[in-house]
């Protein structure tokens, strides 16, 4: 099979933060003789020894000191993939309040991608430098393109560079999904401005899967920005399905007249966008939807992440979960 383009194909349940609480009081064992029916024993003498501090005493059955990290990883590898999905959205929804405790879910391996991820989804100035750091993660897990994915959200110079430097690196890079997250964030800020660095990097880059991704995200920046111009396009963040399929339109618009022969059929398959689900942050500022691209013959799954401002739904960031081939209909030729 031919490969989908990143983008075409455009071209959580339990709280995510458990949080051990310190028991102000421990609940003691009753002594059996003490109930009711049970016959007295005669009182023991007292020891001269002061009694030890609430605080000192020790629960019966401790918990293993690696409760948390083993429960977060117990859902995730779950083999119900709804578990991992709630999961993650029960994060989301907790907003930066468990920042912290995401920072802290980064030093375990089984649970570093998890956090990083949601770092990055609920974003903001707060998770940048935390994010910043994985850049240096010396560990196997691929964390840097949670970095780079997150930096679309922040419309300026600096960061477009550090985006533009990146894909400028693809040749070299060893894992091509760091390259494509940066792709991804630049389609965000939709700025016709980046389109000449596009196509020159395009032209200097080898990787053919990469050349296609940029291709695909010129497209996306040049038919958005017409489109964000035009009259319907000022309502394009009044709701957040109204900002999505915004930022699909490249594939959603039909092709210009006069494109096509008379009677040749359309080069652009069926397209559909559908919204399986939205998730927001406590105050509501922020949303996560996640969305099915789908033609005839495949299906990708997005995360796309949503910020208010001004009273209009923004894109923030846009993260490619997966895709797959549908399978063929046995009544097809």
Not at 36 to 59: F, N
Not at 125 to 152: C, E, M, Q, V, W
Not at 231 to 244: F, M, R
Request: hydrophobic content about 40%.
């Amino acid at each position: 099979m031919n490969r989908c383009p990143r983008f075409f194909i455009l071209a959580a349940l339990i709280l995510a933060t458990v949080r051990p609480q310190a028991f102000s009081a421990q609940a003691q064992p009753q002594d059996p003789s003490a109930q009711a029916g049970s016959p007295s024993k005669s009182p023991t003498p007292k020891s001269s020894q002061p009694a030890p501090a609430a605080s000192a005493v020790r629960i019966a059955y401790p918990l293993p000191g690696d409760w948390a990290p083993e429960l977060l990883y117990g859902i995730l590898s779950s083999a119900n993939p709804a578990a991992k999905l709630q999961l993650e959205r029960a994060a989301f929804a907790a907003g930066p309040a468990i920042i912290p405790q995401l920072k802290a879910a980064l030093k375990d391996d089984r649970t570093a991608t998890f956090a990083a991820r949601e770092l990055a989804y609920i974003g903001g100035k707060r998770t940048l430098p935390i994010l910043a750091s994985l850049l240096k993660d010396p560990r196997n897990l691929d964390l840097r393109r949670f970095y780079y994915g997150a930096l679309g959200e922040f419309d300026d110079s600096s960061t477009r560079q550090i985006l533009l430097s990146q894909i400028a690196n693809s040749d070299s890079e060893p894992d091509r999904s760091v390259t494509e997250d940066a792709i991804l964030a630049l389609t965000v800020p939709t700025d016709p401005n980046l389109i000449p660095n596009l196509k020159a990097l395009e032209a200097k880059i080898h990787d053919v899967v990469i050349q296609s991704d940029i291709e695909n995200a010129i497209s996306i920046i040049q038919i958005r920005a017409a489109a964000l111009r035009s009259a319907t396009g000022a309502a394009s963040g009044a709701s957040v399905g109204q900002a999505i399929r915004a930022y699909f339109l490249p594939a959603l618009k039909p092709p210009p007249t006069g494109s096509q022969s008379p009677g040749e059929p359309s080069s652009m398959p069926p397209v559909s966008v559908k919204i399986a689900h939205v998730t927001y942050t406590p105050d509501g500022s922020r949303a996560l939807a996640r969305v099915l691209f789908e033609i005839p013959s495949s299906v990708a799954t997005y995360d796309m992440i949503l910020q208010i401002e001004g009273g209009q739904w923004k894109l923030a960031s846009v993260w490619m979960r997966n895709e797959s081939e549908r399978a063929a209909s046995p009544h097809s030729d």
